[in-house]
């Protein structure tokens, strides 16, 4: 499980630059910065990246995409989540659902969808947890039955992100029976949410904002074109997106607006705290420096789900870190409000930060899945 | 003698860039520091007998010069970096990154040449004194490592303003020896108003930083490679110990501190990569990446010494078993040339005066950091 270090080329960094002075030029001066992907949906917003070129990033030409590498995406990524962009609306679907369809999807699903979501107009939602699968993943009840020409899908999928202003979600369910393998027999559906059927009730965040939702799934109707891959083959499809969606930097850049606004609004507080912010910016090289050497051995095809889980368990426990220090070196309580301030921001980060580290796959799944490698 | 399969003469060490020319020096110092660095070697040399045949061989395959001869400015901190990691595997007793890396080093930003010998670098500490009076130096260094079998100490210090560059023959020192938490020697050395004769003016005030880099980019290096042989240790042990009739490994709460080791291990060993990949691009302009490696090495320590000594349980804490010859030495090397706090303080001022704006161009090395 060793990481090869990388450095970007001058062609990466020009785009690193490219992506700042957009950045610079569109977002407003004055707006209220996202922390990390905990940021606000702008639809607008990711149309226009798309329109740079940004979105769909790695997906070949023909389906719409920009056939750059994934250290291109990753750039490109780390500079919106530093500038704590509005990036909500396309992340699951850039992020995890794009390679999915891409890796799995027939050829009718890729021309359907990965045009679309390299344009920016589709938000896409994970159907995976239920009420009694958490963790235990494949412990999933929502099924499916075979009818003339599709699937007749119930269950209920909850936590489940923005579903309330998603097109379509990817559902985890089974569609037959475990076998001796309990992953045997899941599949991956793939649900308009506006079908029949689909009822989408929102379940407050502890701050009292809406970002995830219930959505109860009752005898919908999903049609034969609609199954991602090959019925049965679920679990090894689902495992497979688990790379792009734990080694990137948004398992580390939740707290940086802390940082930044911190030196920003309290110079000399910042100074005379050098130590522990100087300790805070040190790590975040450091993981920053691990997840690009993770981009580039993706792009040369090596299995990395294994260096993704240390990775992310290693971003996700330092954002709390961050968090915790950046409240001992402001050393009053912080006081919740609508702007951009540090205080603002660190009031919202105290109370959502426990998600960092279960979002995702908790630490205690990251921890397991490391130490079988270790073993071996 | 003995000779080895490949010899890292100038020409492999210092094919610019070559990762696989690294790669076989790196294996090359495995090799042979698996057959002289043993348990009994580090012993011996905690006892205060100097390992001359380890030396004798880590000098015939080139090692101890890795990183000195001609005056070219280009400085093969990679290939250093791989040795001192292999180094670090070892839990190597004697002064390899003062020879190899520091002293050269030194020497060379400074313009001057690398006498024969040994050459010690102090670690520097608040207690150091050098005075300039006329054209002696006198002066106190209170961690010379293997001072006592030093030909020269080379330095630098600041007299009136000018940076100087002083070489001291040991002969004309006084040394006083002392060990380390290891039992590594860093001698107390002392010199009273010795010939300017050998010093050197450097009119480049960058030295001293280059200096503390280096001396932070050794450490990193030394302390990767212990770290490595930790968690190798402690992998293997896990799995052959039985406790309540089955591997300890299958006890969550033991697997899942071993997965924070292994965190740890790759996330230092990464850091300092990348680090001396930087610093030999750029030189000082790497002080963030490497003061970010030492300090991700000193963090990384504490959980990685003491989540060893869990794991191992009883049989960690005797003479016997070697887990002590790294675990001291790397609390030993979390202290010399920075802590995990001092870096972070360098860091931590270098963020506050670059400001809000510049400090992510920083972090990532891109244009906008300052210059």
């Known amino acids: 499980v060793r990481f090869t270090p990388t450095t970007l080329t001058e062609a990466e960094q020009a785009l690193r630059d490219e992506v ?3 950045l610079a030029s569109e977002l407003p001066k004055n707006r209220r910065p996202g922390l990390g992907m905990d940021t606000e949906a702008s639809p607008e917003f990711s149309r226009r990246l798309a329109a740079r070129g940004w979105l769909g990033m790695t997906i070949p030409r023909q389906y719409g995409g920009h056939e750059r590498s994934a250290v291109e995406r990753f750039v490109v990524i780390e500079e919106l989540l530093a500038a704590g962009a509005p990036v909500a609306a396309h992340w699951v679907a850039d992020r995890q659902i794009a390679p999915a369809i891409l890796a799995f999807g027939n ?37 499916a039955v075979r009818t003339r020409g599709g699937w007749l899908l119930s269950g209920t999928k909850i936590w489940t992100s923005r579903a309330h ?40 965040f502890l701050d009292g904002s809406h970002h995830f939702d219930e ?26 997106e688990l ?58 095809g090596a299995s990395t789900s294994v260096q993704a889980a240390m990775v992310k368990d290693l971003g996700t426990v330092f954002e709390q870190e961050v968090v915790r220090v950046m409240q001992q070196v402001f050393g009053r309580d912080p006081f919740p409000g609508p702007g951009g301030s540090f205080e603002s921001l660190l009031a919202q980060a105290i109370v959502t930060a426990p998600a960092y580290t279960l979002r995702g796959g908790t630490t205690e799944i990251l921890r397991t899945i490391t130490a079988r490698a270790l073993a071996r | 003698v003995t000779t080895y399969p490949v010899k890292p003469t100038r020409s492999v060490a210092d094919e610019d860039g070559s990762a696989e020319a690294r790669v076989l020096v790196g294996e090359l110092a495995d090799a042979l520091l698996a057959q002289h660095c043993t348990y009994e070697v580090r012993e011996a040399a905690e006892a205060g007998t100097w390992p001359a045949r380890l030396w004798d061989e880590l000098e015939a395959a080139g090692l101890t010069l890795l990183d000195s001869g001609d005056d070219s400015a280009d400085v093969d901190a990679q290939s250093a970096v791989t040795v001192l ?3 670090g595997r070892a839990a190597l007793p004697v002064p390899l990154a003062e020879a190899m890396f520091l002293g050269p080093g030194l020497l060379r930003s400074a313009g001057a040449d690398v006498p024969p010998g040994m050459l010690a670098v102090a670690v520097p500490t608040a207690d150091d004194k050098i005075e300039i009076t006329g054209d002696a130096v006198s002066g106190q260094l209170a961690r010379v490592p293997w001072g006592r079998k030093a030909t020269h100490i080379a330095g630098l210090t600041v007299h009136r303003g000018t940076p100087y560059l002083y070489v001291v023959e040991k002969s004309a020192a006084t040394v006083e020896q002392a060990t380390n938490l290891a ?140 887990l002590h010859h790294f ?45």
Request: proline share 5%; glycine share 8%.
């Open chain 1, 20 to 22: 700042r002075d957009f």
């Open chain 1, 107 to 143: 050829e009718a699903q890729r021309r359907r969808f990965l045009p679309a979501i390299a344009r920016g107009d589709l938000c896409f939602s994970l159907g995976m947890s239920e009420p009694d699968a958490g963790s235990d993943l494949a412990a999933v009840k929502s099924r």
């Open chain 1, 165 to 204: 202003e998603s097109h379509f979600m990817v559902v985890l369910c089974r569609t037959g029976e475990p076998g001796s393998d309990r992953h045997d027999g899941l599949s991956q559906l793939i649900v308009d949410l506006s079908w029949p059927g689909v009822t989408v009730r929102p379940i407050p």
């Open chain 1, 215 to 240: 959505v109860a799934l009752s005898e919908v109707e999903v049609p034969d074109d609609m199954v991602l891959g090959e019925p049965g083959a679920g679990w090894r499809q689902v495992t497979s």
């Open chain 1, 243 to 300: 790379t792009h969606e734990r080694s990137g930097p948004d398992r580390y850049m939740s707290a940086w607006k802390l940082i930044e606004t911190f030196i920003a609004e309290h110079p000399a507080e910042a100074e005379q705290a050098a130590v522990p912010i100087g300790i805070l910016v040190a790590r975040y090289w450091a993981i920053h420096q691990m997840s690009l050497a993770l981009a580039r051995a993706m792009d040369t």
């Open chain 2, 85 to 87: 990691q292999a180094a």
């Open chain 2, 183 to 322: 039992g590594d020697a860093r001698d107390s050395v002392s010199f009273h108003e010795i010939g300017l004769r050998g010093t050197r003016l450097s009119p480049d005030a960058g030295a001293a930083r280059e200096l503390s880099l280096r001396g932070q980019l050794s450490r990193a290096a030394l302390m990767t490679g212990a770290m490595q042989a930790v968690l190798e240790m402690t992998t293997k042990y896990v799995q052959v110990r039985q406790q309540f009739g089955k591997p300890v490994i299958s006890f969550q709460a033991v697997a899942h501190r071993l997965v924070r080791m292994a965190e740890e291990v790759e996330l230092a060993t990464l850091a300092t990569s990348a680090a001396a990949a930087r610093f030999q691009e750029v030189g000082l302009g790497a002080a963030l990446e490497v003061s970010s490696a030492k300090g991700s090495c000193a963090a990384a320590a504490e959980e990685v010494v003491a989540a060893a000594h869990q794991l191992h349980g009883a049989i960690g804490m005797t003479r016997e078993y070697p």
């Open chain 2, 327 to 371: 675990t001291r030495r790397l609390r030993a090397w979390s202290f010399e040339w920075g802590t995990g706090a001092q870096c972070g303080q360098e860091i931590g001022a270098l963020a506050a005066r670059s400001g809000a704006e510049r400090l992510w161009p920083l972090l990532t090395g891109t244009r906008g950091a300052m210059p």
